[in-house]
C-alpha cells in the first residue's frame, strides 16, 4: 500500500534522508522511530506529499505522490502532531470543510455518523473546537484524518499531551481502524509502539537502520543465545552450577530474594544448554522455578540500535 524507495533528502548541504526504502502493506500497523533529528517527520511529510524529496519515489497505492499528487493524496489521512483544527468552528462544521476540502463523495451525514461513533466524538459535534479538552481535540483531529475513507493514516505523534486515561483510549482506536487501514504511527512512547505495532521502522541520522518485528529485533540482538534462569539455594552455589557447564558461555546474577536467585545466562547454543543445565542443576538437588528465554524490551532494543550510531 505504502512504497517508499530510496528516498533522499538535502537541505542545502545538510542530508536529512539517505536513501531510505521500506514498504508498508495493506492493514498493517508500522511504528515509526528514531531520535530527535533523525528524519522522521521529513519522512512523513514527504510520504504525505507536503514537501518533496531530492531524490527517491513514494506511491501510495501504487499511485506516485509527485507524479500523481491528487490521486496519491485521496488515499492518505494525516494527522500532525499539533492537529490542524480551527477553534471558531464546531466540530460539524470543521467536519464539513475538511470533506469539502477532500471533495469526498461519500453520502455526508451518514459518512460523519460512523466517523464520529468510531472516534468517539458524537457527544460534541455541535461544540466549538476551542471549548473540547485536549483528549476530545486530539480525537476531532483522528475523525479528520478518516473523511472520505482513505486507506492509509499516517499518525505523528498521536498521543502526545494526553493523561493516561485519554492515551489508553486513543491507543485502543488506533488498533480498532488498524483492522481497515494501513497506519504509520510515530511516537516517542517505546510502550505505546510495541503495544499498537505489527512492524517497527527505526530511523537514526537519516539512515534505516531496522525493519521488523519486535520480537525479531529482540533475537537479533539477543542471538536467541540469552536465557533468564531462577533457582532456589545458595547464589553462589548456583553460579559454580552454572558456570561449569560447558554450553554456558557465561553468566551473572540479577536478584536474590526470598531463597531464590535471578541469572542472566549467555549460552552456545539454546536448545542443548537447556538440557545440559537442566541435569547439572539436577545433580546437586538445585530446584529450578524458572527458565526462559530472555526478551529484550524495546527501549533496549531501540539504544542498541541508535546508541553511538
Known sequence: MINVKNLTKKYGSSLALDNVSFSVKKGEIAGFLGPNGAGKTTTMNIITGYISSTSGTVTI???DILDQPTE?????????????????????????????LKRATQKKEAHFKEICELTGISSVRGRLIRNLSKGYRQRVGIAQTLVGNPP????????????PKQIIE????????????????SSHILSEVQAICDRIIVLNNGKLVADSTSQSLSDRLTDGNSLIIKAVGNA???????NSVKTVKRCSKLSEQGGISEFSVTVFSSESARQDIFFAMAAKKIPIVEMRQREYSLEDIFMSLVDNK
Request: glycine share 6%; no cysteine.
Open 61 to 63: 497505492d501504487g499511485f
Open 72 to 100: 496519491a493524496k485521496k488515499r492518505i489521512g494525516y494527522l500532525p502532531e499539533v492537529p490542524p483544527l480551527y477553534p471558531d468552528m464546531t466540530v460539524n462544521e470543521y467536519l464539513d470543510f475538511i470533506y469539502e
Open 152 to 163: 492509509v493514516l499516517i499518525l505523528d505523534e498521536p498521543t502526545v499531551g494526553l493523561d
Open 170 to 185: 486513543v491507543r485502543s482506536l488506533i488498533k480498532k481502524l488498524g483492522q481497515k487501514h494501513t497506519v504509520i504511527l
Open 236 to 242: 553462589s552455589e548456583i553460579q559454580s552450577v552454572l
